[in-house]
């Protein structure tokens, strides 16, 4: 239970530093979005690395080229995945949701609230973390398809052009440049 033996040890160093050094020459052919923030589609791709990540180096049966392979097949249909979204907006909308817009013009979406299991409370806290205390200097406030906030102030709003692919109203969109 404690100690198996020196080969298990010498087997994890070894395949653990190949491994560490595949999965960053995966990473850098991949691109930045693997390691930006991420959307759910991402959280999924990078928690199924980490687990064959994790089997690679604890399962003796699992070769280090099974594992690698495995890493690859992940890494090539997060890039085919991104690659059809990023053209045909059917598959866009299977993998990555729209932002939503939580307040506007001073009204709390309390729908959107509710559609995305977020308090009052949370939304008050996102204007606080933007620097604000004022919900009269704040015109928008978005929910990101990362999950991340978005407080828009009233000087920076300009057209509201930004929230185009939100959730906003086309009643609201019109109204915008007010």
């Known amino acids: 239970m404690w100690f198996d033996s020196w080969s298990t040890i010498l087997r994890i ?11 960053i020459v995966l990473l850098r052919l991949t691109g930045k979005r693997t390691l930006s923030q991420l959307n759910a589609f991402d959280f999924i791709v990078t928690v199924s690395m ?7 180096l604890t399962n003796p049966d699992l070769t280090w080229s099974d594992g690698v392979t495995a890493l690859g097949l992940l890494a090539v249909l997060q890039l085919l995945v991104a690659f059809v979204a990023s ?3 059917p598959a866009r909308s299977l993998v990555t949701s729209r932002p939503s ?4 013009d001073g009204e709390i979406r309390r729908d959107e609230l509710a559609r995305h299991r977020l308090e009052e409370s949370e939304l008050y806290q996102a204007v606080r973390m933007s620097g ?5 200097r704040v015109k928008a406030v978005v929910l990101e398809t990362n999950g991340t906030f978005s407080v828009i102030s009233r000087d920076t709003f300009g057209d509201g052009s930004a929230l ?7 009643g609201h969109r019109q109204q915008a440049g007010d």
């Open 13 to 23: 160093l070894l395949v653990g530093s190949a491994t560490y050094a595949s999965l």
């Open 50 to 56: 980490g687990s064959i990540v994790a089997t690679i």
């Open 87 to 89: 053209r045909w907006s």
């Open 101 to 104: 817009v939580l307040l506007y």
């Open 132 to 136: 604000t205390g004022d919900l009269s």
């Open 164 to 170: 185009q692919d939100s959730l906003l109203g086309e």
